[in-house]
């Protein structure tokens, strides 16, 4: 497709659930990024890859939050046990390669809300 | 990483010119410049990016003085469309492509 694509873009689970969170980024792009962004902020890092590399994953917030991307291509993003705080939109970011200069290019993200 | 501050928020009318204006005092000599716009319900998406004097594309210019201590992202004749939060951020080339974003200046724009 033309641009980032995320799925669902909705989501809504129960306290205690698993979710999982798809990007499919821009084809040929090499960095893929994952963003936490709750209400009224800005985005907040969560993990980067390079290929199917996780060469960065410092920002996520406990054990329960996983992210995968096995073949340089789609990423999954994991939460396990979800808790209330883990409401927020999900968004992610894919650029050409990982130069300063290489802007990232975000997908509209994933809603996710849990009761 | 240096850091931003930008004003929360602005109003202004359409076709007015809008600048909004970040300071990045401890700005090091290998850090650049880029703004990111961010519409309701949407990803932020890459607006501009500059490292010194003044930057211009078919939807803003980014004005940088000397010391670079600051930067002003400048909007022509802004539509009701532009209402949107504007993110400045300052990141060294050396060290990728990663954006860790501010709080942002949420502009809306009145017909």
């Known amino acids: 497709g033309a641009g980032v694509s995320q799925s669902p873009r909705y989501k809504v689970a129960k306290r205690g659930q698993d979710v999982a969170l798809r990007c499919d980024p821009i084809?040929?792009?090499?960095?893929l990024f994952w963003y936490q962004q709750a209400l009224g902020q800005g985005p907040e890092f969560l993990t980067y890859f390079q290929n199917e590399a996780q060469l960065d994953k410092s920002g996520l917030p406990s054990d329960r939050f996983f992210a995968e991307r096995p073949e340089g291509s789609v990423s999954t993003l994991k939460i396990q046990r979800t808790q209330q705080e883990d409401s927020a939109v999900y968004l992610c970011?894919?650029?050409?390669?990982?130069?300063?200069?290489?802007?990232?290019?975000f997908g509209n993200g994933t809603r996710l809300t849990v009761t | 990483l240096a850091k931003t501050t930008q004003p929360i928020s602005m109003d202004s009318y359409e076709g007015q010119e809008v600048n909004i204006t970040c300071s990045h005092n401890?700005?090091?000599?290998?850090?650049?410049i880029t703004w990111y716009q961010q519409f309701p319900s949407q990803g932020p998406r890459f607006i501009i990016q500059?490292?010194?004097t003044k930057v211009t594309n078919e939807v803003a210019s980014l004005f940088i003085p000397a010391d670079r201590k600051s930067s002003t992202l400048s909007l022509p004749r802004v539509s009701l469309s532009d209402t949107a939060v504007y993110y400045c951020?300052?990141?060294?080339?050396?060290?990728?492509?990663?954006?860790?974003f501010g709080g942002g200046t949420r502009l809306m724009v009145k017909p």
């Open positions: 970011a894919s650029s050409f390669d990982s130069n300063y200069n290489s802007p990232l290019h």
């Open positions: 500059g490292y010194k």
């Open positions: 084809s040929g792009h090499v960095s």
């Open positions: 401890n700005i090091a000599t290998n850090d650049y």
């Open positions: 951020l300052v990141l060294p080339m050396d060290a990728g492509n990663m954006l860790t």
